[in-house]
Nanobody, 116 residues
Framework: QVLLVESGGGLVQAGGSLRLSCTAS????????MGWYRQAPGKQRELVAT???????NYADSVKGRFTVSRDSAKNVVNLQMNSLKPEDTAVYYC??????????WGKGTLVTVSS
């Protein structure tokens, strides 16, 4: 059974920091890319940051310089360090894993709320 479990969400004041973690298990193929997406109320899900097995990262323009994605490939863990948080970062954050067969897996999401 494929399982992506996120942790680390919560409530933080603007300017604060949070660290999200996601562990993938039960995936019988090599995970090519892991990362984070988010969905704010009334909006579509959008990319936040991804990292490939080779360490290549990709960030949304809105989070560049504030968020850092990292990965422990041996443990199928991906982290997202979020600094200088803004109210507009409030969303449900979803962990994503893309395997070499082109299939995407998703976690159930963790809520991040940034108060002004």
């Amino acid at each position: 059974q494929v399982l992506l479990v996120e942790s680390g969400g919560g409530l933080v004041q603007a300017g604060g920091s949070l660290r999200l973690s996601c562990t993938a298990s039960g995936i019988g193929f090599t995970i090519n890319r892991m990362g984070w997406y988010r969905q704010a109320p009334g909006k579509q899900r959008e990319l936040v940051a991804t990292i490939t097995s080779g360490g290549i990262t990709n960030y949304a323009d809105s989070v560049k310089g504030r968020f850092t994605v990292s990965r422990d490939s041996a443990k199928n863990v991906v982290n997202l360090q979020m600094n200088s948080l803004k109210p507009e970062d409030t969303a449900v954050y979803y962990c994503n894993a893309l395997i070499v067969a082109g299939v995407n897996y998703w976690g159930k999401g963790t809520l991040v709320t940034v108060s002004s």
